[in-house]
């Protein structure tokens, strides 16, 4: 059937409407093929910039739009939103109040919340809810910052006049008034300082030619441990026979054996050995000392030793006699001075250790005494105390040594002894020693069997 032009016409026209009809529909945000939207309110406390047909928003994809804006009775803004129906969100859904950029116009964002939980049905609330920020209120704020601002040039000029007498001005006029003092006091003590700075120079020459001075005596020092390295090589005396001889560490291993056989309950205890030698300034001579260490726990400790002293402190006898001449008798004190040499003096002491301090006391070279000692890396620092018997006035013995750890087992020493001694000039020295525990002694001397655990 051929159609007329007229009906043509109108189905054009019908065709137009139709398209139109749903392009607005589109653009409108309605949800009239899809079902139609169901209405969710929020409480806000303010609304500014927020119209009707403002869109409303999920993760940036429109769901809706804004209906309606009211008032509500405690004087806050009430805003009812279409959601389209296929849009389900949790009831602790979360509503915002945004804004498109700097200017931009106002819309609405819902963050969904808890999956899990029953949806928002038609005319519930938000629970929450929060107001976006508004261009007055930013102007507001920038308004207050430029009042403090200018309130702060202001008393920074006040500062700088001079004329208003600001403090800046005062600084610095006290401190060219200070500057003035410091050069009249230069130029009034111009002598003294003089004398100052020779003083400085006569001390550092006097530095200088104790150092060389006391340069042979460290040379000699150096000689003295030589030797006595180089007899330990040789296998001469007791510590060369003991490196050197293959029956004698044999000898000194079944020791080691019995020892921790004999101990018992204690087969955990570390057994160490240790020899020092200290060259002395003021007596020209050595002093030697040998250690044995016995340490049930890390840290705890038993700490024995020998020491042969070649110039041990002076003795001094009070002895008290009465003369009778004439019928009278008269009292008479005489004290004496008993010198000793090469004497032996024993040592015996418990240790505990904190961190790396560690703490002893008992008898130290025959006296009763107290020490601290401190141990970080390969540097130490020794300090002992004893000898406090003060009948004639005199001082306790006091030891300061510094000690560096050249290999695990070898190490330097250096220090001054007696420094309190009114009767004689601290006696300074410097040395050597090494340390050895069970296990390093059998390692030393080759055999293959290790002491028992």
Same mark, same amino acid.
């Given at each position: 059937?051929?159609?007329?032009?007229?009906?043509?016409?109108?189905?054009?026209?019908?065709?137009?409407?139709?398209?139109?009809?749903?392009?607005?529909?589109?653009?409108?945000?309605?949800?009239?093929?899809?079902?139609?939207?169901?209405?969710?309110?929020?409480?806000?406390?303010?609304?500014?910039?927020?119209?009707?047909?403002?869109?409303?928003?999920?993760?940036?994809?429109?769901?809706?739009?804004?209906?309606?804006?009211?008032?509500?009775?405690?004087?806050?803004?009430?805003?009812?939103?279409?959601?389209?129906?296929?849009?389900?969100?949790?009831?602790?859904?979360?509503?915002?109040?945004?804004?498109?950029?700097?200017?931009?116009?106002?819309?609405?964002?819902?963050?969904?919340?808890?999956?899990?939980?029953?949806?928002?049905?038609?005319?519930?609330?938000?629970?929450?809810?929060?107001?976006?920020?508004?261009?007055?209120?930013?102007?507001?704020?920038?308004?207050?910052?430029?009042?403090?601002?200018?309130?702060?040039?202001?008393?920074?000029?006040?500062?700088?006049?001079?004329?208003?007498?600001?403090?800046?001005?005062?600084?610095?006029?006290?401190?060219?008034?200070?500057?003035?003092?410091?050069?009249?006091? /230069? @130029?009034? +003590? &111009?002598?003294?300082?003089?004398?100052? =700075?020779?003083?400085? %120079?006569? #001390?550092?020459?006097?530095?200088?030619?104790?150092?060389?001075?006391?340069?042979?005596?460290?040379?000699?020092?150096?000689?003295?441990?030589?030797?006595?390295?180089?007899?330990?090589?040789?296998?001469?005396?007791?510590?060369?026979?003991?490196?050197?001889?293959?029956?004698?560490?044999?000898?000194?291993?079944?020791?080691?054996?019995?020892?921790?056989?004999?101990?018992?309950?204690?087969?955990?205890?570390?057994?160490?050995?240790?020899?020092?030698?200290?060259?002395?300034?003021?007596?020209?001579?050595?002093?030697?000392?040998?250690?044995?260490?016995?340490?049930?726990?890390?840290?705890?400790?038993?700490?024995?030793?020998?020491?042969?002293?070649?110039?041990?402190?002076?003795?001094?006898?009070?002895?008290?006699?009465?003369?009778?001449?004439?019928?009278?008798?008269?009292?008479? /004190? @005489?004290? +004496? &001075?008993?010198?000793?040499?090469?004497? =032996?003096?024993?040592? %015996?002491? #418990?240790?505990?250790?904190?961190?790396?301090?560690?703490?002893?006391?008992?008898?130290?070279?025959?006296?009763?005494?107290?020490?601290?000692?401190?141990?970080?890396?390969?540097?130490?620092?020794?300090?002992?105390?004893?000898?406090?018997?003060?009948?004639?006035?005199?001082?306790?013995?006091?030891?300061?040594?510094?000690?560096?750890?050249?290999?695990?087992?070898?190490?330097?020493?250096?220090?001054?002894?007696?420094?309190?001694?009114?009767?004689?000039?601290?006696?300074?020295?410097?040395?050597?020693?090494?340390?050895?525990?069970?296990?390093?002694?059998?390692?030393?001397?080759?055999?293959?069997?290790?002491?028992?655990?």
């Amino acid at each position: 059937m051929k159609l007329s032009n007229e009906v043509k016409v109108g189905l054009f026209a019908a065709a137009i409407i139709i398209i139109i009809t749903m392009v607005t529909i589109r653009v409108g945000d309605k949800s009239i093929i899809s079902g139609g939207d169901y209405d969710l309110m929020g409480i806000f406390t303010n609304a500014t910039g927020l119209y009707p047909k403002a869109a409303v928003e999920v993760a940036g994809v429109s769901i809706g739009v804004v209906k309606n804006i009211g008032l509500t009775a405690d004087g806050k803004a009430q805003v009812t939103m279409g959601v389209n129906r296929d849009v389900h969100l949790p009831q602790n859904s979360r509503c915002f109040l945004r804004t498109r950029g700097f200017l931009g116009e106002a819309f609405v964002e819902i963050i969904p919340g808890d999956s899990s939980l029953p949806p928002l049905k038609d005319g519930e609330f938000f629970t929450t809810t929060e107001s976006g920020g508004d261009i007055n209120g930013m102007v507001n704020q920038f308004n207050s910052i430029a009042d403090d601002v200018k309130e702060i040039t202001h008393t920074l000029k006040g500062w700088v006049n001079e004329k208003e007498g600001g403090a800046i001005a005062s600084t610095v006029n006290n401190l060219n008034d200070f500057v003035k003092v410091m050069r009249d006091l /230069t @130029t009034k +003590n &111009e002598q003294n300082l003089d004398r100052i =700075v020779n003083n400085m %120079a006569d #001390l550092t020459h006097e530095i200088k030619s104790m150092v060389q001075n006391s340069k042979q005596d460290v040379e000699n020092s150096m000689d003295r441990i030589a030797s006595i390295t180089q007899k330990i090589d040789e296998g001469r005396g007791t510590i060369g026979k003991l490196v050197n001889d293959p029956e004698t560490a044999q000898k000194l291993n079944d020791a080691v054996d019995s020892l921790n056989e004999a101990l018992g309950g204690y087969k955990k205890m570390e057994l160490g050995f240790g020899f020092q030698t200290e060259y002395l300034n003021r007596s020209k001579d050595f002093k030697n000392y040998f250690n044995v260490s016995l340490s049930p726990t890390p840290d705890e400790s038993i700490l024995l030793g020998l020491v042969s002293d070649p110039s041990p402190d002076t003795k001094r006898e009070k002895r008290i006699t009465g003369v009778t001449v004439g019928g009278t008798t008269t009292t008479v /004190t @005489t004290e +004496n &001075e008993v010198l000793q040499r090469d004497s =032996v003096l024993f040592s %015996a002491q #418990l240790a505990k250790k904190f961190y790396d301090f560690t703490i002893r006391g008992g008898i130290i070279e025959s006296k009763g005494g107290v020490g601290l000692d401190y141990l970080k890396g390969p540097v130490g620092v020794s300090f002992s105390a004893f000898d406090f018997e003060n009948k004639f006035n005199e001082k306790p013995h006091l030891k300061l040594t510094g000690s560096v750890n050249v290999t695990q087992n070898l190490y330097l020493v250096g220090g001054a002894d007696d420094p309190l001694n009114p009767a004689q000039k601290t006696d300074y020295f410097v040395g050597g020693g090494f340390r050895l525990v069970d296990d390093d002694i059998k390692s030393l001397l080759g055999l293959s069997s290790m002491v028992k655990k």
